[in-house]
């Protein structure tokens, strides 16, 4: 038989104010990380909007006479293509990210207990720790 618990005694506004900062600190990290994992560069040639705008050309010419089959691999290479293409439109303002970063990672990572090789393992670069106050060390 389970015994009853007393009353719930509310959170303190030291207790509320410290979750939220955990929750905008860990919502500014997730931001830069996802904008550096947005913006790395890929292995391979570069394409380029006008390249792929050219692609999109060429498959309309040949979905005109192309088998069924054919044309149903065409029209998916052109969704593809239209992906691309709206992706590479969505600019990320790393310089805004990364400021936010650096005014939270020390602080973030110090209550995570993160250590200046996992920072660089995920790929934030060590000039950016530096400005943060993180180093080897720590």
Do not use: C
Request: glycine share 8%; charged share 35%.
């Amino acid at each position: 038989m389970q015994q009853k618990r007393g009353p719930k005694t509310p959170m303190s506004n030291e207790h509320k104010a410290a979750l939220a900062k955990g929750r905008m600190e860990g919502r500014i990290v997730r931001e830069y990380l996802d904008g550096l994992r947005a913006t790395k560069p890929k292995r391979g040639r570069k394409r380029t909007t006008e390249t792929i705008q050219a692609r999109l050309d060429a498959v309309e010419l040949e979905i005109v006479g192309a088998s069924p089959i054919d044309e149903l691999l065409l029209i998916q290479e052109r969704r593809d293509l239209q992906a691309e293409l709206s992706r590479k439109s969505d600019t990320i303002d790393m310089e805004a990210l990364e400021e936010s970063f650096v005014a939270v990672a020390k602080s973030y990572g110090d209550s995570k207990s993160i250590s200046y090789a996992s920072w660089r393992d995920v790929g934030v670069p060590a000039s950016t720790l530096k400005s943060a106050g993180i180093s080897r060390g720590d």
